[in-house]
């Protein structure tokens, strides 16, 4: 008996010990997670002898508040959205990360003039660029979609439709179904005139619309044939169409793209392998790498030409991409600096109108 | 007589074998048997205190506390302090603002205390990075300075917002979850129709839930009965229908229903096949309210069974069959003998169903679409959101609804009456 005691401290101890020099990297889970691990983190291990543990969360940006409140932070890298890590950043729960730690591009450039405009900020690196797009079901359509504004038609496009639950994306996509230019969005955003249009402009479908809150429910909506289109993340549509070979389409017009990356808690104990994986992570190959098994676009200018194919190896990968040049006419870049600031007013204001009968 | 002369010897007391006054052995026994009980009971009652009352605990003062603001803005706090609600913010209280926000600006905690403030006004938070991001160059006069950064430092309603956060314990997030704010003279009104949505959710939450309560009696006192009269045989395996889905995950039986009830699942399929409805006119059982009833009815059945059938296998048929040899029809028989026995099982099943389906939160989100989300999901949208202290005071809110509930029961059914099992 006591030796087994004795065995059993000895192992847990062990287990602590590894704990400790383990880097934990939490993210989303499902095929995001997947490429992430096959991209950096199966590679890190390889060429580092490190061992890095990958857990899941549904959104790690929530968890993570929670560690550096409580102060014991286990989780050494977090993969969040944007704006998430900005407003981390802002309420000192993130590590600052010097850019100068980061790999330049093959031919040079220093990494700042090499990642998209903005998209690294004072405690956050993005990876990828990807975008809530229109995923329609094929079949159900003798005339493609091929503008915003026909999420909206009921008349010309019959079927339910499926959006988020949430104001992010929604009002924006409203405002651009309405005639408003992408550029416009943000700014008649600001004014109440234009949040009432754009909730006016929701009004005409919103007894038509299944809501959705988890990424994999819209290609599963549609797979139902409980909508006939959907917002969705575009890599999710991307699975379900080339990797399934379910009837989905995208519809790129009026896509909303959003920038997403790799952030470190504040506290972590183990700080300089967390910014070593970080830059390892973040190489232009690597990002170039991910997307060959995700079709959401790498935030490095480089990494564009290194974009080969998919798993499957024969579908190539950078017409998927939402960062494509013939994808991007009519695309939104999402402010962030509007939603860290109108994110809760707007989102009572939706669920309000939601509850509203 | 011996034994009377024994007791008096020792001055009329009984004694053990050893001479020590029976009252006092007894009482180190008892002593001793509680102490052993309470060390047997101690492991519970310190997971309990551990896991339900100290979280209960934090999450009440959670609901009440919020330091983002007061805690990052000393000067601002004294100056609130100093000057009683009404009072105009004169160049002494921008000149508190600025230094605010530099000690903010050097400490990292605009976004701390934005934070705080874009609860109570929406839309503010960038008001307090942005300034802070700039304040190294603030120059005296400070008003002037602050309104040319950013004008909306004028407006009353800022002022206001910063006020009713400059003391770390509020009861702002039970206001909010009250659908109330404050107007620009600090007086409480109603936030304006569209953005009412708390008081309403309640309302729904606890209307969803009684319905769900009264189905699942309705359907359950038949099967309870049918249970607690069948010969054992039969019992036993009708016993195995109820418990199996019980025994399931509750997953698995919400995404089960989600194939029979969708617009193009088993149930439309069937009904459409047999030319009860059109292909058009299928029915729409789920992502609404309905679908949250008739899972939660599903899910939650099991609990009113239970309790009903443990009562009414307790009542000898005799009774029953006393009264109609009295002339009672079989309709007085059950009002009048039957059904009074069974109220112990009513009252623990509907109770027990009753706060299930209040703070049910996963099948609302899997099966409830806009119409038929709860108060829970709501809930979760702020612990999603972080916003903690939001969180706490609709939870806490919650729980008092279940207790006034639970002190009416006892008011009127008595808790004594209740038997689970």
């Not at chain 2, 099991?302 to 006393?322: G, H, N």
Request: aromatic share 10%.
């Amino acid at each position: 008996m006591k030796k087994i005691l004795v065995l059993t401290t000895a192992l847990t101890g062990a287990g602590f010990a590894a704990q400790a020099q383990d880097l934990t990297v939490m993210s989303w889970g499902g095929a995001y997670g997947e490429s992430q691990l096959e991209a950096y983190i199966k590679p890190f291990m390889a060429e580092t002898g490190k061992n890095v543990v990958a857990v899941d969360a549904d959104n790690p940006a929530t968890p993570v508040k929670a560690m550096v409140e409580a102060n014991n932070v286990t989780v050494d890298v977090a993969d969040v959205e944007f704006a998430d890590g900005v407003r981390m950043c802002d309420e000192g729960l993130l590590e600052e990360i010097d850019p100068a730690m980061l790999a330049p591009a093959p031919d040079g450039t220093a990494a700042m003039d090499d990642f998209l405009p903005g998209s690294v900020t004072d405690c956050l690196v993005s990876t990828i660029v990807y975008s809530t797009a229109i995923g329609y079901d094929t079949t159900k359509f003798p005339e493609a979609p091929t503008k915003i504004a026909d999420f909206f038609d009921l008349d010309k496009f019959p079927g339910k439709r499926g959006m988020r639950k949430g104001a992010k994306v929604n009002l924006e996509m409203a405002l651009m179904a309405d005639g408003v230019a992408p550029a416009d969005v943000y700014a008649t955003l600001e004014t109440p005139e234009g949040v009432d249009r754009a909730f006016a402009k929701l009004d005409t479908i919103k007894a038509d619309t299944l809501w959705w809150e988890a990424g994999a429910q819209p290609p599963q909506l549609l797979a139902d044939g409980e909508v006939a289109m959907t917002t969705a993340y575009n890599g999710r549509i991307f699975a379900a169409a080339v990797g399934e070979g379910k009837p989905f389409a995208i519809m790129w017009d009026g896509q909303v793209l959003e920038y997403e990356g790799y952030v470190i808690p504040k506290g972590t104990p183990n700080l300089e392998l967390a910014k070593e994986f970080l830059a390892y992570a973040t190489t232009s190959q690597k990002l170039a790498d991910q997307a060959s098994w995700i079709s959401y676009g790498p935030a490095r200018k480089s990494s564009g030409a290194l974009v080969g194919m998919y798993k499957d190896g024969k579908t190539p990968m950078g017409p998927h991409m939402p960062t494509a040049a013939e994808n991007l006419t009519g695309a939104l870049p999402s402010s962030y600096e509007f939603w860290v600031d109108k994110d809760s007013e707007l989102n009572e204001r939706f669920n309000a109108w939601l509850a509203a009968n | 007589m011996a034994d009377l002369s024994a007791s008096s010897a020792t001055g009329g007391l009984l004694t053990t074998a050893d001479g020590r006054p029976l009252k006092a052995a007894l009482a180190t026994a008892q002593q001793r048997a509680k102490r052993k009980a309470f060390l047997l009971v101690l492991p519970l009652l310190l997971f309990i205190v551990l896991t339900f009352i100290i979280p209960i605990g934090q999450m009440l003062q959670r609901s009440m506390y919020h330091d983002g603001f007061s805690a990052n803005a000393p000067a601002l706090k004294a100056w609130f302090a100093e000057n009683p609600q009404g009072t105009e913010p004169d160049e002494a209280a921008f000149a508190a603002l600025a230094s605010d926000l530099k000690l903010m600006k050097q400490e990292k905690t605009a976004g701390l205390a934005g934070t705080r403030i874009n609860y109570s006004l929406g839309g503010t938070r960038s008001l307090f990075t942005g300034s802070a991001r700039s304040a190294d160059k603030l120059e005296p006069p400070y008003k002037e300075a602050l309104l040319a950064d950013d004008p909306k430092w004028g407006q009353p309603a800022v002022w206001q917002a910063m006020r009713g956060a400059s003391s770390a314990y509020t009861s702002e997030f039970y206001m909010i979850a009250m659908d109330m704010q404050r107007d620009d003279q600090g007086n409480l009104e109603r936030v304006p129709e569209n953005e009412r949505i708390y008081a309403y959710l309640f309302v729904k939450t606890f209307a969803l839930s009684g319905l769900i309560t009264v189905i699942c009696l309705a359907l359950a006192f038949p099967v309870a009965h049918l249970l607690a009269t069948l010969p054992m045989k039969w019992s036993n395996l009708l016993m195995i229908l109820v418990l199996l889905p019980f025994w399931t995950s509750l997953l698995v039986r919400t995404s089960s229903w989600i194939v029979l009830l969708q617009g193009q699942g088993v149930i439309n399929n069937i009904l459409v096949s047999a030319g009860v409805v059109d292909d058009q006119g299928r029915l729409e059982m789920i992502y609404n309210a309905t679908g949250t009833v008739i899972v939660m009815t599903h899910i939650l059945l099991p609990f009113m069974i239970l309790p009903l059938y443990s009562v009414m296998r307790t009542i000898p048929p005799s009774y029953a069959r006393a009264a109609r040899s009295l002339g009672a029809t079989s309709w007085t028989t059950f009002r009048r003998i039957y059904l009074p026995q069974t109220l112990p099982g009513i009252g623990a099943g509907s109770l027990l169903v009753f706060i299930l389906a209040v703070g049910y939160y996963i099948t609302p989100a899997l099966v409830g679409g806009a119409s038929g989300s709860l108060i829970s999901n709501m809930i979760d949208f702020h612990m999603d959101k972080a916003n903690w202290s939001m969180a706490a005071a609709l939870s806490a809110m919650l729980l008092a609804g279940v207790l006034v509930l639970y002190w009416l029961y006892d008011r009127l059914v008595g808790i004594d009456n209740l038997k689970l099992g």
